[in-house]
């Protein structure tokens, strides 16, 4: 009779055991995946040089891949769109310098057609982003 009394006896307590072992899974795999996310995830090769000028935050950083494709701020944009991106990012501060980083290899055509692209947007001031690691 004891025994039957023990197996009815209503369970007041929560076993958390297994809650703990899904949010640890959670925190290892956040661990794990956030350094991968603040990489940036297009790869330039910038030319070197032995002096170069510090960046400035408020700066547009335009990527130009050495297949062609433009990214600004870390988002590809189609050719046709160029104009449109950079008069939305320039109509609110003129003084914005587009800091260009062309890849070493990319065909100098593409940089000045972004260039002829972003000075009819309304951008004023260029810049060429280099390599100053020796």
Request: hydrophobic share 45%; proline share 3%.
């Amino acid at each position: 009779m004891a025994l039957n009394r023990k197996r009815n006896a209503v369970m007041s307590e929560i076993n958390i055991t297994p809650f703990t072992d899904v949010v640890l899974v959670l925190l290892i795999i956040f661990m794990i995946t956030t350094p991968m996310l603040m990489q940036p995830s297009i790869k330039v090769n910038l030319p070197k040089t032995q002096i170069s000028d510090s960046e400035d935050a408020s700066n547009i950083e335009v990527l130009i891949s050495k297949n062609g494709y433009v990214y600004v701020e870390g988002k590809q944009i189609h050719n046709s769109n160029v104009e449109s991106v950079i008069r939305d990012m320039v109509s609110s501060h003129t003084s914005k310098t587009v800091v260009i980083k062309g890849d070493k290899e990319v065909q100098y055509d593409y940089i000045i057609q972004f260039m002829d692209k972003a000075k009819k947007a309304g951008a004023i001031k260029f810049a060429l982003a280099v390599d100053n690691n020796n």
